[in-house]
C-alpha cells in the first residue's frame, strides 16, 4: 500500500520498487526495518497479510518482535541471512514458514527491496525495507509417492473414472484424466487449478459447502452431483465421491473420485419431459401439475398456507376444430397456449390438463388475488386470434378453488374447479369461485360420515376383484382387491367416493385392516377350491405407522393357512415416502416374512430412483397414464419403455396399468412387460364373477369376468 506522502512525491524510490513488486503479483505488501543489531521491526502490513496471520495491525506493528515470532523457529536464520544481504546488494528473495494464529503453517516467498538512504549513509544506521509476499503453500506440499500415483491411474483406467488429489484449501495437486478429460484440459493444464476454477458457477456453494464438511473430519466421506464448465457446452455433470485423506502419509490430500453422468443426465431429462410435459404445447402435462399440486398440498397443510387452482374451458373451440379441421384446431390450441403463459409467472404451474382445457396451480394466492388472474386470462382470450387468415373469437370459462387445511389430494381441488367452471360455463362464461353449497346434495360431508360409519359397522362395504394378466398367455396371475361400497340410496360407490371422508375422519387404518381380513379370508377359500390365484391389497400411509401391522398380518396368514408368497402388499409412492425410514423398516419385515411388496402408481407421485433403491419391493406397477397413448404416440412409449427398462434393470416384476385398448397389448407385447391390469383385460368384479372365471380358466377356456359399470378402479 502507497503512503499518501508517496504518491505526491512520485520520485520517491517506493514508488518504482511497488510498481515492480506488483508486477510480481504479489498477495500482500509490507516494509520492515533491519536495526543495527540485525532486529526486524514491522513498519506496515497490508490487509491480506492480517487475514493470512489472523491478527491485527496494532499487535504485529505495535508489538514487539511480533513479524520475527511468527517466522517458523526453522527458518528464521534463513530469513535473517536473506535480509541482512540488502545491506550489500539491492534486493534478495527466499522462501520461509509463518506460524499463523491458529496454528497452522504457510509457506511464504519473499521479494525484498532495501531502500535507498535519503542522506548520506551514517555507519550502524538502520536499513528500511519493502518487500512483497506470496503464498506458496500449496508449491512445498510433498508430491505424492510415484508408485501411487501410478496405481491411481491404473485403478481410474479400469473403473474409467477421473481422479483427483486436492490440497486443504481445494487446490488440484494431481489429476489423473477419465477418458472425456475434465474440463477438457490436458493432465499438465489442469495441474494446480484450484476447483472453483473447473466448477459451474451456479454450483459453488454447494462444493465449497462438501469441501468445509469434507475438511471437519478425517478420513470423512462426501458424495455429491455436480456440474464442470466445458469449453464444448455450457457445462457437463459429474458425480462426484471425495474422501480426506490430508493424514495419510501417502495421499496427504483430498481423494476426489468422479465420473461424467452428462448423457445420463440428458437421458434423464429427455425422459422428464416426455413424461411431464404436454407434446403439442410444451406446458406442462396433467401429470406434472397433479404431481406439484400433491406436493404442495402436504408441503402447505402444516404452514397453514393455501393453493388456488384455476380451471379454463375454451367455449367455441369445438365449433373451430370441426369447421376447419384438427390441424387448424392444434394451431388454435398452441396460439391461446402461449396468450396463457404470458399472463402466469413463476412460481405459478399453467398445464393443458384436457383437450382445450388448462389449469393454473397458484402458491399463496387468495380469491381476490386469483380472480384477477382469471380476469387477465379471460380478457387475453377474448381478444381475436388469426388463424389461417380468418379471425377466430373465442371465449372462455373458468372456476377457481382455494385450498382449506383439511384438502389433502389435490383431485379435491380439480373436482372443486372444475364444478366451479361448469357453474361458470352455464350462466354463458366469465368466472366463478367454488363453494360448499354448489355440490351436490348427497355431498353433504355431515351425513356422508355419518353413512359410511353405519357401512363399517353394518356389513356394506364390499370387496370386488380386477385380474393381473400375463401377456402372454392372458391367464390370470393375480387379482387387486378393489373396496366397494353398497350404500343404500347411491348404488355401488368406488374408493374415491369415500376414501378422502374415512381419511379425514381417522379411519383408514380401520378400513385397511377390514381389505385385509377380508381378502385373506377369500384368498383361503380359493386356495381351498385349488384355484391357486395371488391376491394383491393396497394399504395407506396410516398402517406403514401402525406398529401392530406386522403382527397382525402374520396372524392373518396363520389363522387362514395361507403361504406368504401369495400376499402382495400395494404402497403408493405418496404413502412410501411420508416416512422413508418406517417404511424401509415396515416393508423389510414384511418382505422377510415372504409378503410380496409392489409399489403402485410408480411415476405419479415424486419418488426418486434413490428411495426407489432404498425401499424393499419386489412389483413395480406403472400408472395407467403412462399406457394412455402407447401404440400411437412415440414419446409417450419412448417413456414406457425406459420406465419398463428401469425396472427390469433393477430386477422388479413390472405391472403395467391402465390397457384399455388392443392396440396398447400388441405394443406391449414387442416390449419386456410381463403383467398387464386394465379394463381391456377385465374390469373390477364381483367375487362370484372372479371364481367362476377362475374355474373357466382352470379347465382352459379363457376370456376375462364380466364387467361391473366402468368406474375409477
Not at 144 to 171: K, S
Not at 433 to 459: G, S
Not at 473 to 493: K, M, S, V
Request: aromatic share 8%.
Amino acid at each position: 500500500m502507497i503512503s499518501k506522502h508517496a504518491e505526491a512525491h512520485t520520485s520517491d524510490p517506493r514508488t518504482a520498487i511497488w510498481q515492480h513488486m506488483v508486477g510480481h503479483l504479489a498477495d500482500c505488501l509490507y516494509e520492515v526495518r533491519l536495526t543495527p543489531n540485525d532486529t526486524l521491526e514491522l513498519l506496515h502490513a497490508d490487509d491480506f497479510l492480517l487475514r493470512l496471520v489472523g491478527y491485527t495491525r496494532t499487535d504485529l506493528v505495535d508489538w514487539y518482535g511480533g513479524w520475527y515470532a511468527l517466522i517458523h523457529p526453522d527458518d528464521r536464520a534463513t530469513v535473517q541471512a536473506s535480509y541482512t544481504q540488502l545491506r550489500e546488494q539491492p534486493h534478495s528473495t527466499c522462501d520461509f514458514r509463518i506460524v499463523t494464529r491458529n496454528g497452522s503453517i504457510v509457506w511464504l516467498r519473499s521479494w525484498a527491496y532495501a531502500l535507498p538512504p535519503s542522506a548520506p549513509a551514517i555507519a550502524d544506521s538502520p536499513l528500511q525495507i519493502i518487500g512483497a509476499l506470496r503464498d506458496v503453500t500449496c508449491e512445498h506440499l510433498p508430491e505424492p509417492d510415484p508408485a501411487l500415483l501410478q496405481r491411481m491411474h491404473a485403478v481410474a483406467w479400469q473403473i474409467n473414472d477421473g481422479i483427483l488429489l486436492l490440497d486443504a484449501q481445494g487446490t488440484i495437486k494431481h489429476a489423473v484424466l477419465d477418458d472425456t478429460s475434465l474440463h477438457d484440459l490436458e493432465q499438465l493444464q489442469l495441474h494446480t487449478y484450484h476447483m472453483t476454477e473447473i466448477i459451474y458457477p451456479e454450483d459453488y456453494n454447494l462444493a465449497l459447502s462438501h469441501l468445509a464438511a469434507l475438511l471437519a473430519e478425517p478420513t470423512q466421506r462426501v458424495r455429491l452431483v455436480l456440474r464442470v464448465v466445458s469449453p464444448q457446452q455450457a457445462y457437463r455433470w459429474i458425480e462426484v465421491t471425495a474422501v480426506n485423506c490430508i493424514g495419510d502419509a501417502l495421499l496427504n490430500g483430498i481423494v476426489v473420485s468422479y465420473r461424467d453422468i452428462s448423457g445420463q443426465k440428458r437421458q434423464e431429462e429427455l425422459v422428464w419431459k416426455l413424461a411431464y410435459t404436454d407434446d403439442l404445447t410444451g406446458l406442462a402435462n396433467r401429470r406434472q401439475i397433479y404431481q406439484m399440486g400433491n406436493f404442495q398440498l402436504a408441503e402447505y397443510a402444516a404452514s397453514g398456507r393455501y393453493l388456488a387452482l384455476l380451471y379454463l374451458d375454451l367455449d367455441r373451440f369445438k365449433i373451430v376444430n370441426d369447421t376447419m379441421g384438427h390441424d387448424a384446431g392444434d394451431d388454435l390450441l398452441i396460439q391461446v397456449a402461449e396468450r396463457l403463459h404470458q399472463c402466469v409467472a413463476e412460481p405459478s404451474l399453467l398445464a393443458r390438463v384436457g383437450g382445450d382445457e388448462f389449469a393454473v396451480l397458484i402458491p399463496d394466492a387468495d380469491v381476490t388475488y386469483a380472480l384477477e388472474i382469471a380476469r387477465t386470462l379471460i380478457s387475453r382470450i377474448n381478444q381475436p386470434f388469426q388463424l389461417r387468415g380468418q379471425l377466430i373469437y373465442l371465449d372462455c370459462s373458468v372456476g377457481i378453488t382455494i385450498s382449506d387445511p383439511d384438502t389433502r389430494q389435490f383431485s379435491t381441488l380439480l373436482t372443486q374447479a372444475d364444478i366451479a367452471m361448469y357453474h361458470a360455463k352455464s350462466a354463458s362464461g366469465g368466472v366463478r369461485v367454488f363453494e360448499q353449497a354448489t355440490t351436490p346434495p348427497h355431498q353433504n360431508r355431515l351425513l356422508l360420515e355419518a353413512e359410511f360409519r353405519t357401512a363399517l359397522t353394518q356389513n356394506a362395504l364390499t370387496l370386488y376383484y380386477q385380474p393381473i394378466t400375463d401377456i402372454a398367455t392372458n391367464q390370470i396371475i393375480a387379482l387387486e382387491a378393489l373396496i366397494r361400497w353398497e350404500h343404500p340410496t347411491l348404488g355401488i360407490l368406488p374408493p374415491g367416493a369415500f376414501l378422502p371422508l374415512a381419511e379425514e375422519i381417522g379411519l383408514l387404518g380401520i378400513l385397511d385392516r377390514w381389505v385385509l381380513k377380508h381378502a385373506m379370508q377369500q384368498l383361503a377359500a380359493w386356495h381351498a377350491q385349488g384355484l391357486r390365484v395371488v391376491v394383491s391389497i393396497n394399504l395407506t400411509a396410516d398402517s406403514l405407522r401402525d406398529p401392530e401391522l406386522v403382527f397382525d398380518i402374520e396372524d392373518l396368514l396363520s389363522e387362514y393357512d395361507l403361504s406368504p408368497e401369495y400376499v402382495i402388499l400395494e404402497i403408493t409412492e405418496h404413502a412410501a415416502l411420508h416416512d422413508i425410514l418406517i417404511s424401509q423398516q415396515v416393508l423389510g419385515t414384511l418382505r422377510q416374512i415372504g409378503v410380496q411388496i409392489a409399489l403402485d402408481d410408480f411415476g405419479t407421485g415424486y419418488a426418486s430412483l434413490t428411495y426407489l433403491r432404498q425401499l424393499p419391493v419386489s412389483i413395480l406397477k406403472l400408472d395407467g397414464s403412462f399406457a394412455a397413448g402407447v401404440g400411437e404416440n412415440p414419446a409417450d412409449e419412448a417413456v414406457m419403455q425406459a420406465l419398463i427398462s428401469l425396472g427390469r434393470g433393477l430386477h422388479l416384476t413390472v405391472i403395467v396399468e391402465g390397457i384399455e385398448y388392443p392396440h396398447q397389448r400388441e405394443w406391449l407385447r414387442s416390449t419386456d412387460s410381463q403383467l398387464l391390469q386394465g379394463f381391456l383385460l377385465g374390469r373390477p368384479a364381483s367375487v362370484e364373477m372372479i371364481t367362476a372365471h377362475l374355474h373357466v380358466q382352470q379347465n382352459g377356456n379363457l376370456g376375462p369376468p364380466d364387467p361391473e359399470r366402468r368406474d375409477d378402479g
